[in-house]
């Protein structure tokens, strides 16, 4: 054995595991169970990742500045108050290695994204889960928790695994309860996706208070997920403190120039949003015919319940079969549900008659 201890709260962590991507035996058809981008990524993204390989030689711009100038421009924020990362996980860790450490708590929501305690644990704090209501991040459930030992609230709005959202009423409700020294963190990687009048993605609350964050991310609805790109926008302090533990080139060269293109290419983005909003619906709603139970989503995925773990795990097994991979997610406390991302039409469709199979069979 050796004679090296890590840090309390290390060996407490459950390492996280990420979905399937290959079929023991058998071609994939589908694989849905990471909620990548549905149509890849943009070919303008393709193609200035490729042209970037004559400069692998060279140091990437350490603070991103060309991309953080396009976010900027794209969603009509303030670059400086901008910081990139690869992908929002290093951001939301570098967020709580700032703010957290032995002896604080951070609050996250009951079925809110593994990594939030995977996070506190590395940095000795204590997670604490918030019960949800109707698998939905309820404010007054999060609220109910803190303490005078908390330092940060994490919620996932739209949330994964579950796909539902806290309103922009609930949100600012929920910041408004905290005390000021405590960092609100809102995760919003599926923002894009969202087209309802009572959401909003965070911009707004960031902009008039001093403890929230936002996060964001390039692997969903730009289908960038291999190139580990991320951003948040945060108050001046905020970005100053995060700037000063960040790594100084944590954004490779092809990801910056792949993440500019992207942001470029309206069309493709466009489509994607366009390709979930028909699809999303579509397979909840024969999923619904077929007996089942999908929560309401506003992702680019659905979760579907199958009213016991064995129903859940013997669907997925089926699926597995039929080459097309799901998202098991008992490690989130939903052993009796499977998160399906929603792909192309063909995919979808195929989840949908293989679904059918599964229930006919056992009838």
């Not at 940095?123 to 698998?135: C, F, N, Q, R, W």
């Not at 949100?171 to 969202?194: C, F, S």
């Not at 994607?272 to 506003?298: C, H, M, Q, Y």
Request: net charge neutral; hydrophobic share 45%.
């Amino acid at each position: 054995m050796s004679a090296l201890s890590p840090r309390p709260g290390i060996l407490k962590i459950a390492p996280y595991v990420p979905g399937k991507d290959s079929i023991d035996g058998k071609p994939t058809i589908a694989k849905l169970s990471s909620n990548e981008g549905a149509l890849g990524p943009s070919p303008k993204a393709m193609a200035a990742y490729a042209k970037a390989a004559a400069e692998l030689h060279r140091y990437p711009d350490g603070a991103s500045n060309r991309l953080r100038q396009a976010i900027g421009r794209h969603y009509g924020l303030d670059a400086a108050r901008i910081i990139c990362g690869s992908g929002s996980d290093e951001l939301l860790n570098l967020l709580v290695r700032a703010y957290c450490g032995p002896g604080d708590e951070l609050i996250y929501s009951q079925f809110g994204f593994l990594m939030y305690p995977i996070n506190a644990l590395g940095v000795g704090a204590t997670p604490v889960a918030a019960p949800e209501k109707d698998y939905r991040a309820d404010v007054d459930a999060l609220l109910a928790k803190v303490t005078d030992k908390t330092r940060a609230v994490i919620i996932a709005n739209p949330n994964n695994p579950t796909g539902t959202y806290v309103t922009k009423d609930d949100v600012r409700r929920l910041q408004t309860g905290l005390p000021k020294n405590v960092l609100l963190v809102i995760d919003a990687a599926y923002a894009e996706y969202v087209s309802r009048n009572d959401y909003e993605s965070g911009v707004e609350l960031v902009d008039q208070a001093e403890n929230v964050v936002m996060t964001r991310t390039f692997s969903k609805i730009y289908g960038m997920g291999g190139v580990r790109l991320g951003w948040m926008y945060a108050p001046a302090a905020i970005v100053d403190v995060v700037n000063r533990l960040r790594q100084p080139f944590n954004v490779n060269l092809p990801a910056q120039l792949a993440g500019i293109a992207a942001l470029e290419d309206i069309a493709h983005t466009d489509a994607s949003r366009t390709n979930n909003d028909i699809w999303l619906p579509w397979l909840s709603a024969e999923v619904a015919k077929l007996g089942f139970a999908p929560l309401p989503s506003v992702g680019n995925f659905v979760t579907i319940g199958f009213g016991s773990k064995e129903r859940a795990a013997a669907a997925n097994d089926w699926l597995m079969n039929d080459g097309l991979i799901p998202r098991m997610i008992a490690g989130y406390g939903l052993p009796e549900h499977l998160r399906i991302t929603i792909g192309t039409e063909t995919e979808v469709k195929a989840v949908a008659a293989s679904l059918a199979r599964f229930v006919a069979q056992r009838k």
